[in-house]
């Protein structure tokens, strides 16, 4: 089975840095993805990491440690606009289905 | 333009009546997906087609089926609908297996009355 842990919420100042963690545990990993999703929307993708490290796409950054079951999500530059949830969730080897985790909630105030 | 679209985008039915949601794709993916979110949860796998394989999650419940007439096409049978089953309901779609990246639809937030 398959096991994800995130804070449910977060709050963060506009202009700063935020980190959201996320910890799994599951047999046969094959990949962590980050998803966000604004309120009564579908969940877009943001990331993707299968291998351990730090993958940089502008203002958003993904890092992962396999060996941990730990993957962080990190914010720079907050707006306003990235008041979302934030999914972690994962893929087993050979499916092709993912696992959601429950969710971050962050509220960016000014 | 829209590449995963799902109709409609609020439904409403009752208590045992039964309805279905549909979602067309002009991605020409393989892979399509219908996942089910209630309030503050996470998007829960029900199903999904690797071309017209269907695959079945084993806790999902017998009162939800699928159809997946072409490539395009994919739909949400539920035969007799709970109050429970009151949900955001996902279409995604994948080019393939193994292709990371899964695309959503807007959802349709189903009612049940």
């Known amino acids: 089975g398959q096991n994800i842990d995130q804070p449910t919420e977060m709050t963060a100042t506009e202009g700063a840095i935020v980190q959201i963690n996320c910890t799994y545990q599951?047999?046969?990993?094959?990949?962590l993805f980050w998803y966000q999703q604004h309120a009564g929307e579908a969940p877009t993708f943001l990331s993707y990491?299968?291998?351990?490290g730090l993958e940089e796409k502008g203002r958003f950054s993904s890092f992962l440690s396999r060996s941990k079951g730990y993957s962080y999500l990190l914010l720079k530059e907050l707006q306003m606009k990235d008041s979302a949830s934030y999914l972690c969730?994962?893929?087993?080897?050979?499916?092709?289905?993912?696992?959601f985790g429950t969710g971050t909630r962050l509220t960016v105030i000014p | 333009d829209a590449m995963v679209i799902q109709n409609p985008r609020y439904q409403v039915t009752q208590f045992g009546k039964p309805v279905t949601l549909s979602c067309s794709q002009t991605?020409?993916?393989?892979?399509m997906y219908w996942y089910q979110q209630k309030s503050s949860q996470a998007p829960k796998l029900l199903f999904h087609?690797?071309?017209?394989?269907?695959?079945n999650e084993a806790d999902t419940p017998d009162n939800f089926q699928s159809r997946r007439p072409n490539t395009s096409f994919c739909f949400l049978d539920i035969r007799s609908p709970g109050l429970g089953d009151a949900a955001m309901y996902l279409c995604?779609?994948?080019?393939?297996?193994?292709?990371?990246?899964?695309?959503f639809g807007p959802g349709t937030r189903l009612t049940v009355t």
């Open positions: 995604a779609t994948s080019r393939d297996r193994g292709t990371h990246e899964q695309y």
């Open positions: 599951t047999s046969g990993f094959n990949g």
């Open positions: 990491n299968v291998l351990d």
């Open positions: 969730a994962v893929r087993q080897t050979g499916a092709n289905n993912l696992f």
């Open positions: 991605l020409n993916h393989n892979v």
């Open positions: 087609y690797y071309d017209k394989d269907f695959n």
